[in-house]
């Protein structure tokens, strides 16, 4: 079965360029164009999305506020936010309501080819790692993101849910850590390591590794560089 992509830019070169790259994949169908949010969620009434393929700067409705309505939805399609340097603020919000990870739009066409698979397939659209580079610089600007005064770590009630060995893992996640690579830090196989993750996902009700990251700097478990917050 072909991944049925939708393209949502508000530049029409722009995604004559995406279609284009896609289109000579053999396992990808562009579905569905729109140029803006309010034209991306009226598509999805009438069109099976596996893939979004999102802008965040857009009129009538961002991408931030598409993505959150989109993700609310059930069985909804992953979101691949497409972002600039300088709007690398916009997509922290949008990985905030459910985006699955971000990529740069001048990102080389056999990346973005790979992205789009591997969000298709349940992974992660970005590595952890190049998640938590973003947060390092916008986190310690955004309310919420483990700033001075907030509590850290255990004194959260959303890390309360979590066992201590969960909560260990989470921290590695959150440093951008493969399941191979904390298998290898906590002396654990790499199949506990994915019960464990799965079991953090359910418990914190997040939809991927890379929420993971993210509420792993809203509570301070991480603060930005990926180091650990202060033990309490």
């Known amino acids: 079965m072909s ?3 939708m393209l949502v830019d508000d530049q029409m070169l722009l995604r004559t360029g995406f279609r284009m790259v896609l289109a000579a994949q053999p396992d990808m169908e562009v579905v569905a164009e729109a140029g803006d949010g309010v034209e991306a969620l009226e598509a999805l009434r009438s ?3 596996d893939v979004v393929l999102m802008d965040v700067r857009m009129p009538k409705l961002d991408g931030v ?3 959150r309505r989109i993700c609310e939805r059930e069985g909804a399609p992953k979101v691949i936010i497409l972002t600039t340097f300088d709007l690398d603020e916009y997509a922290f919000s949008a990985l905030k309501a459910g985006a699955g990870g ?3 739009k ?4 056999e990346e973005l080819l790979t992205a789009i698979r591997a969000v298709h397939s349940g992974d992660a659209v970005v590595a ?3 998640t938590r580079r973003l947060l390092d610089r916008f986190a310690p600007m955004l309310p919420g993101s483990g700033g001075a005064g907030g509590a850290v770590g255990r004194d959260r009630p959303e890390l309360a849910r979590l066992t201590d060995r969960e909560r260990e893992v989470m921290l590695l996640v959150a440093q951008g850590l493969s399941n191979g690579e904390i298998a290898a830090r906590l002396v654990l196989s790499e199949a506990t390591v994915k019960t464990h993750v799965g079991r953090i996902l359910t418990k914190l009700e997040l939809r991927d590794r890379v929420q993971v990251v993210v509420m792993a700097y809203e509570t301070g478990l991480v603060r930005a560089g990926g180091s650990a917050g ?3």
């Open 102 to 104: 971000f990529m740069l």
């Open 106 to 109: 001048d990102v080389p066409p």
């Open 3 to 5: 991944i049925r992509v």
């Open 128 to 130: 952890p790692s190049t």
């Open 47 to 49: 069109t099976e999305v």
């Open 65 to 67: 506020e598409t993505t």
């Open 230 to 232: 202060p033990a309490r």
